[in-house]
């Protein structure tokens, strides 16, 4: 194989020979791609196609073992390296651009212990890859809402679902991983063994290693709950408001087993949606119930009562694996996406007030705005159980721009979502969530995530990579000058 120039962590380009090249493929047992190779396009495309990165060489590693002479190439090479696990990240901090990436899609294993109530699974897994395996058992894990989202990057960044009222963050529910970090030293990280490797896992996962299994609990949940979608006209100030103080009742009162997600958007031309709504503005109510179905509709009565006939009312008894798909069709892969995101702990009439007039302005067809509701369980736990801290969210804005790879308006969707989430910034905690951070976020904004658990995770970031090999991420630099 011909010398490559590839690209090192400080952006300089280097040069490996054919003959260390040759060398490292002999060592691997998965394929290694460079960019005129079958597959290669595959292994690189992520879901926000604003992101354009061509790393020079990819790994497909096919053990842990792969991943050990990967991490040792770059960090005797001093390479840029990059890790994707579905490629589903906002920020695209998934591909090292001329380095080295290891597209994890190989390693997708999942085995369910149903007497101890674990799943184990491989870090190239999808959500649905997850979800279809423990509902055999009729138990589930806290995972996202779109299944074709990545295990790796969801779970390592804290990770939150339907679920999450009852049973926290998706690290909460993190039992243990098998890690390589920078020096290639394969551990178990856990509350027992390596310790503060694990406490740094369980939010800034993406900082300390590349994890190569997943040990995470589950919980009795399906195989079938109530759920599925309301939606309800949202064309004048009055309706964007009135749904707005119904989602306020309605998550206030709900029990832990009621979790609603609601959303402002123009409706799509979807089969289920009558045509004569197509393109206009309504707002939809993703609902998930997973307690008795005869407290489903007691429960949702705040939502459904004052709101009157829904424009689509596809709630029911449905399996949950179907439920966890219901959004997939609505982020598809290749467009355009630019999100913002506000985290709050309660719903201020003020804050409502700000949502209702954007709700009527959105700039693109497809652009969404509303609330996830995650209060309950992750409340609960010490601020410092685990880095990911953010124990005071209940309510998480998201302000979702996506729009054509081809609309030539992309700057103005950009600034759009900008001034939305400048005007909704007041009520937020503090605090945010890294998976949602966009590309363009300023450094600050990492330790604004960690809060107080920031100059900890600092110290074990040091400890166990030292010279910052695992960067392409939100990253937590253990350089003194630029972290603290």
Same mark, same amino acid.
């Given at each position: 194989?011909?010398?490559?120039?590839?690209?090192?962590?400080?952006?300089?380009?280097?040069?490996?020979?054919?003959?260390?090249?040759?060398?490292?493929?002999?060592?691997?047992?998965?394929?290694?791609?460079?960019?005129? #190779?079958?597959?290669?396009?595959?292994?690189?495309?992520? %879901?926000?196609?604003?992101?354009? @990165?061509?790393?020079?060489?990819?790994?497909?590693?096919? !053990?842990?073992?792969?991943?050990?002479?990967?991490?040792?190439?770059?960090?005797?090479?001093?390479?840029?390296?990059?890790?994707?696990?579905?490629?589903?990240?906002?920020?695209?901090?998934?591909?090292?651009?001329?380095?080295?990436?290891?597209?994890?899609?190989?390693?997708?294993?999942?085995?369910?212990?149903?007497?101890?109530?674990?799943?184990?699974?491989?870090?190239?897994?999808?959500?649905?890859?997850?979800?279809?395996?423990?509902?055999?058992?009729?138990?589930?894990?806290?995972?996202?809402?779109?299944?074709?989202?990545?295990?790796?990057?969801?779970?390592? $960044?804290?990770?939150?679902?339907?679920?999450? *009222?009852?049973?926290? %963050?998706?690290?909460?529910?993190?039992?243990?991983?098998?890690?390589?970090?920078?020096?290639?030293?394969?551990?178990?990280?856990?509350?027992?063994?390596?310790?503060?490797?694990? %406490?740094?896992?369980?939010?800034? $996962?993406?900082?300390?290693?590349?994890?190569?299994?997943?040990?995470? *609990?589950?919980?009795?949940?399906?195989?079938?709950?109530?759920?599925?979608?309301?939606?309800?006209?949202?064309?004048?100030?009055?309706?964007?408001?009135?749904?707005?103080?119904?989602?306020?009742?309605?998550?206030?009162?709900?029990?832990?087993?009621?979790?609603?997600?609601?959303?402002?958007?123009?409706?799509?031309?979807?089969?289920?949606?009558?045509?004569?709504?197509?393109?206009?503005?309504?707002?939809?109510?993703?609902?998930?119930?997973?307690?008795?179905?005869?407290?489903?509709?007691?429960?949702?009565?705040?939502?459904?009562?004052?709101?009157?006939?829904?424009?689509?009312?596809?709630?029911?008894?449905?399996?949950?694996?179907?439920?966890?798909?219901?959004?997939?069709?609505?982020?598809?892969?290749?467009?355009?996406?630019?999100? @913002?995101?506000?985290?709050?702990?309660?719903?201020?009439?003020?804050?409502?007030?700000?949502?209702?007039?954007?709700?009527?302005?959105?700039?693109?067809?497809?652009? @969404?705005?509303?609330?996830?509701?995650?209060?309950?369980?992750?409340?609960?736990?010490?601020?410092? #159980?685990?880095?990911?801290?953010?124990?005071?969210?209940?309510?998480?804005?998201?302000?979702?721009?996506?729009?054509?790879?081809?609309?030539?308006?992309?700057?103005?969707?950009?600034?759009?979502?900008?001034?939305? %989430?400048?005007?909704?910034?007041?009520?937020? !905690?503090?605090?945010?969530?890294?998976?949602?951070?966009?590309?363009?976020?300023?450094?600050?904004?990492?330790?604004?995530?960690?809060?107080?658990?920031?100059?900890?995770?600092?110290?074990?970031?040091?400890?166990?990579?030292?010279?910052?090999?695992?960067?392409?991420?939100?990253?937590?630099?253990?350089?003194?000058?630029?972290?603290?």
């Amino acid at each position: 194989m011909a010398q490559t120039t590839i690209t090192t962590r400080d952006g300089s380009p280097t040069t490996l020979t054919g003959d260390t090249i040759e060398a490292f493929r002999h060592r691997l047992h998965g394929p290694l791609l460079v960019p005129d #190779d079958d597959g290669f396009e595959e292994a690189t495309r992520l %879901w926000n196609g604003t992101i354009e @990165k061509t790393p020079a060489l990819v790994v497909q590693p096919a !053990t842990t073992d792969d991943v050990v002479t990967c991490v040792d190439l770059a960090r005797e090479h001093d390479l840029l390296l990059g890790i994707r696990g579905g490629g589903h990240n906002i920020a695209g901090t998934a591909l090292a651009d001329g380095g080295l990436t290891l597209d994890m899609s190989r390693m997708n294993t999942v085995e369910v212990d149903p007497d101890t109530r674990t799943v184990t699974a491989g870090p190239g897994c999808l959500l649905g890859d997850v979800d279809a395996a423990t509902q055999e058992y009729g138990l589930a894990t806290v995972l996202g809402f779109v299944s074709e989202t990545g295990l790796a990057g969801l779970v390592l $960044g804290g990770g939150f679902g339907y679920l999450s *009222r009852r049973f926290g %963050w998706a690290v909460d529910n993190l039992v243990e991983v098998e890690i390589v970090t920078a020096d290639g030293t394969v551990r178990r990280a856990n509350i027992d063994e390596h310790d503060d490797l694990f %406490w740094a896992v369980r939010g800034a $996962g993406h900082n300390m290693g590349v994890v190569t299994e997943f040990t995470l *609990r589950l919980h009795e949940v399906g195989p079938e709950i109530t759920g599925g979608l309301l939606a309800f006209p949202a064309e004048t100030p009055e309706q964007a408001n009135a749904a707005l103080d119904a989602y306020r009742a309605v998550t206030e009162a709900a029990p832990r087993e009621l979790t609603v997600f609601n959303q402002f958007q123009r409706a799509p031309p979807a089969p289920f949606v009558p045509e004569e709504w197509h393109g206009r503005r309504i707002v939809g109510f993703l609902v998930c119930h997973t307690g008795p179905p005869e407290r489903a509709e007691e429960d949702l009565a705040p939502l459904q009562e004052p709101l009157g006939e829904p424009v689509v009312d596809l709630i029911g008894r449905l399996p949950y694996v179907e439920q966890q798909q219901l959004t997939d069709e609505t982020q598809p892969k290749g467009m355009h996406y630019y999100w @913002k995101a506000v985290w709050t702990d309660s719903l201020d009439d003020d804050l409502l007030k700000a949502v209702g007039d954007l709700s009527l302005n959105l700039p693109s067809p497809m652009t @969404k705005l509303g609330f996830v509701h995650v209060g309950g369980a992750l409340n609960e736990r010490d601020w410092d #159980d685990g880095v990911v801290g953010n124990r005071d969210f209940r309510y998480g804005l998201g302000i979702l721009g996506m729009w054509n790879p081809d609309d030539p308006d992309g700057d103005a969707h950009r600034a759009w979502v900008r001034e939305a %989430w400048e005007r909704c910034r007041p009520f937020s !905690t503090g605090g945010h969530y890294v998976n949602f951070e966009t590309a363009d976020e300023p450094a600050d904004r990492v330790r604004a995530a960690y809060r107080d658990n920031y100059d900890r995770l600092i110290d074990i970031k040091t400890r166990y990579d030292s010279g910052n090999l695992f960067r392409t991420n939100r990253n937590v630099s253990p350089d003194p000058e630029e972290s603290r």
